[in-house]
């Protein structure tokens, strides 16, 4: 299955800033998924990020606050602009397996102070 | 959650007894899958079902589907402490781009 590396591994940032996570997948994949997992929390979808296009943002999220670059099959960006700390949670990338599932990169621990 | 909610929210099981959870969704759909988190952890993929199935097995992970009540269970047999961990379902929606949306989430804890 794929392995995927994601970085930076956990972050404290002042509000107002922003923040890029990124993760780079070891085979090339055309889809990329990007889930916001708040404290004690399941796993909310983000946004889809396919490779020459714009992502696909779910409902409540926004392409303004939550930038995603997708360069080529194999890599991809998400920021999280002017942050407050409402945005603590851990950010995930995965790609999809087929019947072996997705596969999930070790996420991003966000603390906004 | 945008998708499904499970239950049990926390299940507490001495080892060796078998613990079941339940995932209830909303909207029909291709595929579903479980998952387990560790505290602090990624998740790992544990097993899909399809939509045409009712029940599958690895080794002591047994799921089924009820396509009609949409819903699943995920039963763990023999359970060990290092079985504890969060527990979540996640289903894809008919005529969605491969999305998976996850449901709120089981916490197990298995005592030895």
């Known amino acids: 299955s794929a392995v995927i590396s994601q970085k930076p591994s956990r972050d404290i940032c002042q509000r107002g800033t922003s923040l890029t996570i990124q993760c780079q997948v070891d085979?090339?994949?055309?889809?990329m998924f990007w889930y916001r997992q708040q404290p004690g929390q399941s796993l909310t979808l983000i946004a889809t990020?396919?490779?020459?296009?714009?992502?696909?943002?779910e409902s409540g999220f926004v392409i303004d606050k939550f930038p995603i670059s997708r360069p080529n099959l194999t890599f991809s960006t998400l920021t999280v602009s002017n942050m407050s700390p409402e945005d603590s949670s851990i950010y995930l990338c995965?790609?999809?397996?087929?019947?072996?599932?997705?596969?999930f990169g070790s996420g991003t621990r966000l603390t906004v102070v | 959650s945008q998708q499904g909610e499970e239950d049990p929210q926390a299940l507490s099981i001495q080892e060796g007894e078998n613990a079941t959870m339940n995932c209830s969704y909303k909207?029909?759909?291709?595929?579903l899958q479980w998952y387990r988190q560790n505290s602090g952890r990624g998740l790992v993929h544990l097993i899909l079902?399809?939509?045409?199935?009712r029940e599958k097995h690895s080794g002591r992970l047994r799921v089924t589907l009820d396509t009609s009540k949409k819903s699943s269970s995920l039963l763990i047999t023999a359970s060990r402490a290092a079985d504890t961990a969060s527990y979540f379902c996640?289903?894809?929606?008919?005529?969605?781009?491969?999305?998976?949306?996850f449901g709120t989430g089981t916490s197990l804890t298995v005592i030895p």
């Open positions: 996640a289903t894809d929606a008919l005529g969605t781009g491969n999305q998976f949306y």
């Open positions: 909207t029909s759909i291709n595929n």
């Open positions: 079902i399809r939509s045409n199935e």
């Open positions: 990020a396919n490779q020459g296009s714009e992502a696909t943002y």
């Open positions: 995965s790609v999809g397996q087929g019947t072996n599932g997705y596969t």
């Open positions: 085979s090339q994949v055309t889809m």
